[in-house]
């Protein structure tokens, strides 16, 4: 009795952590998304490797509707499909922050980037599959 009744206090307060974070990487791609669609040479730098002025500026809007369409499906699969769903999304969404701390090491850019923001942001992602696995 006593470890059915910690069990239910320990999914209540795990649930709440594990969706908030995975609404919160979710926000946070269509945040990017929309920043490269709306700016996106800033958008560029800030990813760790600047575009050229004189670039075709089609391959940043095609970053930033991948951007946006990961965050979407992440909150429709939270929203409408539950927490193993979202989890599994969470696992193969991070290969994309995966790769782009490759993109940005392999293309000169600052490591500090590479690792201070697409590796962190590829850990948050796999912490947040987890959490939706465990509830």
Same mark, same amino acid.
């Given at each position: 009795?006593?470890?059915?009744?910690?069990?239910?206090?320990?999914?209540?307060?795990?649930?709440?952590?594990?969706?908030?974070?995975?609404?919160?990487?979710?926000?946070?791609?269509?945040?990017?998304?929309?920043?490269?669609?709306?700016?996106?040479?800033?958008?560029?730098? /800030?990813?760790? *490797?600047?575009?050229?002025?004189?670039? !075709?500026?089609?391959?940043?809007?095609?970053?930033?509707?991948?951007?946006?369409?990961?965050?979407?499906?992440?909150?429709?699969?939270?929203?409408?499909?539950?927490? @193993?769903?979202? /989890?599994?999304?969470?696992?193969?969404?991070?290969?994309?922050?995966?790769? !782009?701390?490759?993109?940005?090491?392999? @293309?000169?850019?600052?490591?500090?980037?590479?690792?201070?923001? @697409?590796?962190?942001?590829?850990?948050?992602?796999? *912490?947040?599959?987890?959490?939706?696995?465990?509830?």
């Amino acid at each position: 009795m006593f470890l059915a009744l910690l069990a239910l206090l320990e999914t209540l307060m795990l649930t709440p952590i594990a969706y908030g974070l995975a609404v919160v990487l979710a926000l946070f791609c269509v945040l990017i998304g929309v920043r490269f669609l709306t700016a996106p040479q800033a958008a560029a730098t /800030g990813y760790g *490797v600047p575009a050229k002025p004189d670039g !075709d500026t089609a391959y940043l809007t095609i970053k930033g509707l991948r951007d946006l369409t990961f965050g979407i499906l992440g909150l429709a699969l939270i929203a409408f499909a539950g927490a @193993h769903a979202a /989890g599994w999304y969470m696992l193969v969404v991070a290969i994309a922050p995966l790769g !782009d701390t490759l993109i940005v090491l392999r @293309h000169g850019g600052p490591k500090a980037v590479a690792f201070g923001v @697409h590796f962190a942001t590829a850990v948050a992602v796999l *912490v947040s599959a987890a959490l939706l696995f465990a509830i």
